[in-house]
């Protein structure tokens, strides 16, 4: 009955920024005290964690994309957000998000990110 919408993906050339969305809707309660996370995965690559807001307010981010990626969040609207600038072609993937709190974890459909002249 929970469903994360990934929403912003597209073709960007490198250098330029993108800012990727994520709202959960259905029987999903006290969204704040749920961990965030954003994920990437490339073809032909491993599945990687790129930025993490855990429940507490800490942000861990990949180190690739340290300085240049912010993960920020939005509790009353049940969104979390990746703001992605001076990007790079080996940040072509496609994003997930992820939302747990223990035992339940949701993830979004996936929005395609293309870095690219």
């Known amino acids: 009955q929970v469903q994360l919408v990934e929403s912003g993906g597209g073709l960007v050339q490198p250098g330029g920024s993108l800012k990727l969305s994520c709202t959960a809707s259905?029987?999903?309660?006290?969204?704040?005290?749920?961990?965030t996370t954003w994920y990437r995965q490339a073809p032909g690559k491993q599945r990687e964690l790129v930025a993490d807001f855990t429940s507490s307010g800490s942000t861990n981010y990949l180190d690739a994309v340290k300085g240049r990626f912010t993960i920020s969040r939005d509790n009353a609207a049940k969104a979390v957000y990746l703001q992605m600038s001076s990007l790079k072609p080996e940040d072509t993937a496609v994003y997930y998000c992820n939302v747990r709190l223990y035992t339940d974890v949701y993830w979004g459909q996936g929005t395609q990110v293309t870095v690219s002249s």
């Open positions: 259905g029987s999903i309660f006290m969204f704040s005290r749920y961990a």
